[in-house]
């Protein structure tokens, strides 16, 4: 690609309060699965980054946690911790809001910590598909905070085009920050940890997933073409490592097969998971 002087590229930060839809709508702009996605708080526990290359410029997408107050456990200081981090040096703030959702705790904590920001901010409203979401007018209430308010549906792909022109329009001029082609910045490793913990949360009970994690051990291309990985479930506690295996290991089979196929599709190859449960009390205090 031949980039003109007037290439543009920047960094831009998705903030939001737990299941507004920021992860799916990463995934939506940059055209691919880069980030897990369930209708659980905290899916999403550190950030990832999506990359979008167009010809006139390229916006590198960073999908954070949302902001959870009052949970106790070790893990959630970490995560809030990591959100205020992701807001230092971007270019742009997407503040992604759902107007099903009435402001509550969470949502004003986090409008403070981003009307400090000097970078531009955007109200980023999803659902836009729900023509009666009850409280759309009082999130339309806080434009004085904004450069802007787009209203888009993650879900059905509405009003991304625009989402993205508004994007480019703030971005600094500059080169490439990632290779043409290139749609995320995360690991193989890292990305399959997020593929098989994103079925965690879908096949558990709600408390369960937050006392786990998955670490990949290894990940191994066969001569045959198949792609073997060796990965563990750490959870902390054995009753919670019951659970997750299930009657006859039914569960983690489950788990097994649907993260398998998903990797299978997405990575065009066979794939072997060689998926075990373990315990570890510690794992949240080494997050």
Known sequence: MTLKT????????????????KSTLMNAL???????????????????????????????????P??????????????????R?????VNLVLYVADPTRMIAEEERALLAMVR?????????????DIADAEYREDYRDLREDFADIIEVSALKGLNLEALLRACLAHMPEG???????EKSSMSREAWVQEIIREKLYYYLHKEVPYTATVRVEEAVARESGMLYIRATVLTTDARY????????AQRIKEIGTAARKELSTILNCLVYLDLTVAVDPHWQEQF
Do not use: F, H, W
């Open 85 to 89: 981090k992701s807001l230092d040096g």
């Open 116 to 128: 400090i920001l000097e970078a531009p901010k955007i109200l980023v409203m999803n659902k836009c």
């Open 175 to 181: 080169e490439m920050l990632y290779p043409e082609g």
């Open 6 to 21: 007037s290439y543009k590229s920047g960094i831009v930060v998705l903030v939001g309060r737990s299941n507004v839809g």
């Open 66 to 83: 949302g902001l959870m107050k009052g949970s106790r456990d070790a893990l959630t200081p970490k995560i809030n911790e990591s959100i």
């Open 30 to 64: 940059v055209g691919e699965k880069v980030a897990a996605v369930s209708p659980l708080p905290q899916t999403t526990r550190s950030p990832a980054q999506g990359v979008v290359t167009r010809a006139e410029g390229q916006i590198v997408l960073v999908d954070t």
């Open 241 to 248: 490592r019951k659970m997750i295996i299930g009657a006859g």
